[in-house]
């Protein structure tokens, strides 16, 4: 779902250029000096390619090897059935070059294929029910976390793609009853966020006038790697000129962005630590166990703490969790914000640093002192 709506909004903003798939498969079809070409032979073909095409608009690199590694990968993680071997991805690029006209390159240097023209425009066919109604799911939760005017950009991208589908459909599945509420979602002023957006976007560093959590106004170069919507809160990861470090800027925080122009390389290694897990501390801590109340061992079912948790029911109504390995940020601040509800087991050196922060707790709250 989320891939749906974030490849409406980029094809508007990024120049992926389909605003409007159907549409651009029935002029593909009439176009006469189009007829004749192969259009892909099944659904697994036009989904490889979709993936693939994504991969170029985005800049990411692709070679054979590595995508066939990526749709091996979307067998197990998404249950698509789209694994084939490196010999089929040539031939999927091959497919895109000779009968779409994809300006495709290869660079030696990167080791993987690029388009030379961002301007080029694949044109698919038409989508069906399923991947609408997922697009418009996406779009609905998208409209609540971009601010104005990207949300009525995503708005558009919607409307567009219905307006060249059939949205028959919508009378018995009764989207508008669809209803969405973020929970404390910072509002983000889109003079900030859009140069932001666009610095990300274009590989470019910014200057941003940013005030720190000690109240300071700094000015700072940074090069956004990654852009990261968070428990209610953008943030960007990316290098930061004036601390010469990797830091985590939060948006709401900006004062003011503006592009320099100067272009930097993604950094793949902070784009994959922009994760839950990581996206503050990158520090581990192996093998957790938390002691859990009869109150939070409910909550923590639908609620949970880390997606790979074991829980383990204690005779009092009470569990365990059990992780292998987590934050050390995570497991911290969720531990704290329990209360006494929940209680570090495992590892000593875990529990005896939030007994640390809770006698710093009590020693600021200690009512003698007023």
Known sequence: MGNSVFSLFFRKNRALDTKCPAHHATVWLNNKSNRGLNMPTNKKQLMRLVRLVAQLKENRYPNCESFAAAMRHADLSENLNLACSAKTIYRDIQTLKTDFGAPIRF????????????GWTFSCPDIDENEMIAAILGARIAEHIFPSPLKQEV??????LLTANNPDFLDHTQMDSLI????????IDAKVFIPLFHSWQNHEMCRITYLSSHRDITERKF????????????????FCHLKKDVRVLALSRM????????TFTPDQKIIRSATEETLFNPEIV????IRCDSYLSNLVQTH???PEQEIVPLPDGGCELHVKAMSKY??????????????IIAPASMRQHVLSLAKEMVKKHDSKKR
């Open 107 to 118: 660079d030696s240097v990167r080791n993987g294929y690029y388009l030379s023209h961002h």
């Open 155 to 160: 708005r558009d991208a919607v409307d567009n």
């Open 180 to 187: 969405v509420i973020p929970s404390n979602r910072v509002e």
């Open 223 to 238: 090069e956004p790697h990654a852009l990261v919507f968070y428990d209610g809160v953008w943030y960007a990861k990316g």
């Open 255 to 262: 004062k003011a962005v503006v592009p320099t122009g100067i």
């Open 286 to 289: 192996e093998n957790v166990v």
């Open 304 to 306: 949970p703490l880390h």
């Open 330 to 343: 995570r497991l911290v601040t969720w531990t704290m914000r329990q209360c006494s509800n929940a209680e």
